[in-house]
């Protein structure tokens, strides 16, 4: 039986990945309703071969809805989420204030969908950080087998994770590169055209910026308390697709080999590592792809137990739009989801 579905922030980048997304791998819905705030109301967004009006949010009723998938930010999810999810839908939120939350499971479907057999007691769901969750999907099948101690990552942020005017600003400051216009910044604390800004989200007290946090806590929260990760996150002028420089230290030995066969039959994981040149795939590969790609695996010399990886994702899906997806399948499969009354 198929269920009603809405799609709340579908004007954004996220929210427009999430239609594609719900459209490519045929979710069964009945019925798809895109929703934003007022000032997008009546604008078309594309759904498979046809197109959907915007309706605006403060006035739809989510009483027959039987799920929602929010990006929307989040001061809207820390608003709306809780009287959606008291309206009896199921709320998949790509936002980050309810990720830490202990009654909110933080799910990549790949790596721990069975916490969602432990119940959804605010009947709300977290997507994890875009450069968290294919940091995870890599990491996950490595820990089963030799249990991972401590992870090193810095991060090549594509300006698409920040939304659709950073990408604006990009090509507003590339195009004035070659014209010699003068470079407006607006969005970002330096140029981006042609630099990289070792700079994402705030600064904390302790020096890590809040993208660096949450990818602390988060690959804690869904992979395992006990892993120590620190991590320096990038923005770079790339318009779609994270890239992640990992280095691994793990409690039992495990060779490049081994971690490479590992990896060929993990889910979500495509190994493309051929020492030579182009034998490893980059953001312009995995645009518009589902999967998490691992390249450049290898010993790293400087730890008794350790390997150095290269890891890339279409932030917009494996990151966002596509990970949400698919937890609401996994919530189907598992007839966890149950149809609004």
């Given at each position: 039986m198929p269920f009603k579905v809405a799609v709340v922030g579908a004007t954004g980048n996220v929210g427009r990945e999430m239609l594609n997304v719900l459209s490519e791998r045929e979710f069964p819905a009945s019925e798809i309703v895109p929703l934003a705030s007022s000032r997008s109301v009546g604008t078309s967004v594309s759904f498979g071969d046809t197109t959907l009006k915007v309706r605006p949010l403060e006035h739809f009723d989510f009483r027959d809805t039987d799920i929602c998938l929010m990006s929307a930010g989040s001061a809207v999810s820390k608003e709306w989420a809780p009287k959606i999810a008291d309206d009896g839908a199921l709320v998949i939120d790509n936002a980050s204030y309810w990720r830490m939350d202990r009654e909110v499971p933080l799910v990549v479907p790949e790596v721990n969908a069975h916490v969602l057999e432990h119940?959804?007691?605010k009947g709300i769901i977290a997507n994890p950080n875009c450069s968290t969750a294919q940091l995870v999907v890599a990491l996950k099948p490595l820990h089963d087998a030799a249990t991972i101690k401590r992870v090193v990552v810095s991060t090549y942020q594509s300006v698409s994770g920040a939304g659709k005017a950073p990408m604006d600003e990009l090509f507003r400051q590339t195009r004035a590169v070659f014209v010699a216009d003068p470079i407006e910044t607006k969005l970002f604390t330096k140029q981006i055209a042609f630099n990289v800004i070792p700079h994402i989200q705030d600064f904390k007290d302790s020096g890590f910026t809040n993208e660096e946090f949450k990818m602390m806590v988060e690959?804690?929260?869904?992979l395992d308390?006990?892993?120590q990760l620190v991590a320096t996150c990038v923005r770079v002028p790339v318009f779609i697709g994270h890239a992640e420089s990992v280095n691994v230290e793990f409690e039992r030995p495990i060779t490049a080999e081994k971690a490479r066969?590992?990896?060929?039959e993990a889910p979500g994981v495509?190994?493309?590592?051929k020492r030579e040149d182009g034998g490893y795939v980059t953001p312009v590969e995995c645009a518009g792809e589902d999967a998490t790609y691992v390249s450049r695996i290898r010993k790293d010399p400087?730890?008794?137990?350790?390997l150095a990886m290269w890891v890339v994702s279409d932030n917009l899906r494996k990151g966002a739009a596509l990970n949400a997806v698919q937890i609401a399948e996994c919530?189907?499969?598992?007839?966890?989801l149950k149809h609004a009354a």
């Open positions: 119940g959804i007691k690959t804690q929260k869904i308390p006990d892993i066969n590992i990896l060929r495509l190994v493309v590592d400087t730890v008794e137990h350790g919530l189907v499969n598992r007839k966890i």
